[in-house]
């Protein structure tokens, strides 16, 4: 359990971090090609989305990693697990089934590295 932990891990924090350097980093007028929302939200507001995905990728790998502050890796994932109950509810107030469908399966995988990192296989 604590490989496929840390697999989830891994999945998790490259995605996140691939997501929040781009949000952080491109204009929001070439962002909105790739992903329409944010047509809806101002610039900081898409660059502070993208540095808490960042924050939080490093937070599903770095504190477990040095064995600083461990406590932050669930922490993390329960930021990235609330993170995507508020993506899914812009989603549906867009009417866009596919992206709520994408950030459910996120969810769930944040939930899971959170409770097993909470629970049993704890650093």
């Known amino acids: ?6 697999i989830l891990q ?8 691939t997501a929040g350097v781009m949000k ?3 204009p929001k007028d070439k962002l909105i090609d ?3 929302w944010v047509a ?3 610039p900081a507001t898409v ?3 993208g540095a808490v995905e960042f924050a ?5 790998i770095l504190p477990a990693v040095t064995g600083i502050a461990p406590v932050l890796t669930p922490l993390a994932a329960t ?11 812009t989603h549906a107030l867009r009417r866009e089934p596919s992206a709520i469908a994408f950030n459910a399966v996120l969810l769930i995988l944040a939930a899971v590295v959170a409770w097993g990192r909470f629970g049993s296989y704890a650093f």
């Open 24 to 26: 952080s980093t491109q």
């Open 1 to 6: 359990m604590n490989l496929f932990l840390w």
């Open 47 to 49: 660059r502070f989305i």
């Open 40 to 42: 809806d939200f101002s």
């Open 79 to 89: 930021g990235l697990a609330i993170t995507m109950v508020l993506a899914a509810i």
């Open 56 to 60: 939080a990728a490093l937070g599903l």
């Open 10 to 17: 891994a999945v998790l924090a490259a995605m996140f971090a």
């Open 34 to 36: 790739k992903l329409p």
